[in-house]
């Protein structure tokens, strides 16, 4: 299989004889193989595992989306690391990913009670 893995400024890493590619989705650890059918799947922040015959490929991967179409997958996601061990990756995920997840839900629920309080205040400016 050919895998491209896709930042929004960059293409990261690109491989044209993987032989297995296992990732995490919404629904859990899936693995793809190179007769597997099309498919598409939405990443959530854990580590991606990429093989070529013989050598291992990590990488710690944030929010994104993979397609498998025929032999080409493709991976877009927000960030990558590529890293040498799965624990290594895995503090990563645990420390940058997840807390910049935490930080934009703070975020939205700020911004979310800006919202209201917006519509709030038009919503008094009419009855007068």
Same mark, same amino acid.
């Given at each position: 299989?050919?895998?491209?893995?896709?930042?929004? !400024?960059?293409?990261?890493?690109? $491989?044209?004889?993987? $032989?297995?590619?296992?990732?995490?989705?919404?629904?859990?650890?899936?693995?793809?193989?190179?007769?597997?059918? &099309?498919?598409?799947?939405?990443?959530?922040?854990?580590?991606? !595992?990429?093989?070529?015959?013989?050598?291992?490929?990590?990488?710690?991967? &944030?929010?994104?989306?993979?397609? #498998?179409?025929? %032999?080409?997958?493709?991976? $877009?996601?927000?960030?990558?690391?590529?890293?040498? &061990?799965?624990?290594?990756?895995?503090?990563?995920?645990? &420390? /940058?990913? #997840?807390?910049?997840? %935490?930080? /934009? #839900? #703070? $975020?939205? !629920?700020?911004?979310?009670?800006? /919202?209201?309080?917006?519509?709030?205040?038009?919503? /008094?400016?009419?009855?007068?």
């Amino acid at each position: 299989m050919e895998i491209s893995i896709f930042l929004p !400024t960059s293409i990261y890493w690109t $491989s044209n004889i993987a $032989s297995k590619i296992v990732a995490e989705g919404r629904e859990g650890y899936f693995t793809l193989l190179p007769r597997h059918i &099309d498919y598409v799947a939405i990443l959530v922040p854990g580590i991606l !595992t990429v093989e070529n015959g013989r050598q291992l490929f990590y990488f710690a991967v &944030d929010h994104g989306t993979l397609v #498998k179409r025929g %032999e080409t997958v493709s991976i $877009s996601t927000r960030n990558a690391i590529q890293g040498k &061990d799965i624990e290594t990756l895995a503090r990563v995920v645990e &420390d /940058e990913f #997840k807390q910049i997840n %935490e930080m /934009e #839900k #703070k $975020s939205r !629920t700020a911004l979310t009670g800006l /919202e209201y309080g917006l519509l709030r205040r038009f919503a /008094e400016m009419g009855k007068k």
